[in-house]
């Protein structure tokens, strides 16, 4: 099973990976200025995550905090009928009841299996949100430059610019992104069919509502897209806490204020998992490690290893190969989006001994 985990997230038809431009010292290439300069990137940050299939149990904890930390309406079967709900993550599931695949993904029902067997397969739930891809299709196309890249590495959103052409929508190969049709929090979720039609609508609910909301999170309007920012509020407060609490060290040290030195990267980084998003916490299980890929003792660098160029071109001469897990990878490789978000497989060895150990672990990486 291990041997095939590298290969998850790629396909047998991908076509070769040959670049579109034009190679140096042919006649349109030009170096320029411009083309020299590296892109901004964050020296002290850089935010990825990590989710182990092995321990999560597909319970949708992370679903519900999800929705409650970031103020993500609730739209009603109705809606959700007409392909609009508006969760960040989703669980996805996928089932295998055959101890071989016929093929990669596809499975075989065979009469041969047991009854039990047929009747009640093995199932992969997969947590799917934005993985914050290193190269987004979804920035490409947006005409009003809505979607954008952070330096520390996540494709944020930026609401007022949004014009809704959802064009992102169409362009994210992982189905992530979800979009305001109406303007679900100026409405009375427990009337069938009320929906609020805009400001010159009648507005259906008073002011109570707004205090189950969080205060450090935008409530979107309607025709704005919107989709998992890796929970930015939290990141923002951590460093906002750690600036802080430099202060207090620097000024206890009865130094005044032009005489104090501080080290950008070892100040003013956050400490070392000392930050969490709101489905991490909530997840019982352990399954999720969220962390600064520049941290080389974050849990979530031990479980990807250092993957990403930017690490090795920040870090510069401290930069030190870590070798992550070998079940790491990352969904929709063969895109080459280069997510920040990446998965590790589920592997099951159950005892050959024990009575039809045959028919157990067939959800693992085979049906990825």
Not at 64 to 70: H, L
Not at 259 to 270: F, G, P, Q, S, T
Request: positive net charge; contains cysteine.
């Amino acid at each position: 099973q291990m041997k095939n985990v590298k290969k998850q997230g790629m396909d047998s038809h991908a076509p070769d990976n040959i670049s579109l431009y034009k190679p140096e010292g042919s006649e349109t290439w030009s170096k320029t200025e411009l083309a020299q300069k590296t892109h901004l990137a964050d020296e002290i940050h850089q935010w990825g995550m990590a989710i182990d299939l092995n321990t999560c149990t597909g319970c949708n904890a992370c679903l519900v905090a999800c929705q409650a930390e970031n103020n993500i309406p609730v739209v009603g079967k109705t809606q959700v009928a007409m392909g609009r709900e508006m969760h960040w993550i989703r669980m996805d599931r996928y089932f295998a009841s055959q101890e071989h695949p016929v093929e990669h993904g596809h499975v075989n029902h065979s009469k041969e299996n047991p009854e039990w067997v047929t009747q009640n397969p093995e199932s992969i739930p997969q947590p799917v949100a934005c993985v914050q891809c290193e190269m987004a299709p979804c920035e490409t196309v947006c005409p009003v430059n809505a979607t954008v890249h952070t330096e520390e590495g996540i494709n944020s959103m930026a609401y007022n610019r949004c014009i809704g052409t959802r064009y992102c929508a169409n362009n994210c190969p992982y189905k992530a992104r979800r979009f305001n049709f109406f303007d679900y929090n100026k409405r009375n979720p427990l009337i069938k069919g009320n929906l609020y039609k805009g400001p010159f609508g009648e507005k259906q609910v008073g002011q109570t509502p707004s205090k189950q909301r969080n205060p450090n999170v935008t409530v979107r309007m309607r025709g704005v897209m919107e989709k998992c920012t890796y929970c930015v509020q939290r990141l923002e407060s951590a460093k906002i806490k750690q600036k802080q609490q430099q202060k207090v060290n620097k000024y206890a040290a009865g130094k005044k204020s032009h005489e104090v030195a501080v080290d950008r990267v070892k100040d003013l980084r956050v400490k070392t998992d000392s930050v969490k998003v709101a489905c991490q916490d909530a997840c019982a299980s352990n399954a999720i490690s969220f962390g600064n890929l520049l941290d080389n003792t974050s849990k979530v660098v031990r479980a990807k290893g250092n993957v990403l160029d930017s690490v090795k071109i920040i870090q510069g001469r401290d930069y030190k190969e870590i070798q992550g897990s070998d079940r790491n990878y990352d969904l929709l490789q063969y895109v080459n989006t280069r997510p920040r978000t990446s998965y590790l497989a589920r592997v099951k060895n159950p005892n050959e001994k024990m009575p039809d150990a045959k028919f157990l672990g067939q959800a693992t990486i085979n049906i990825h």
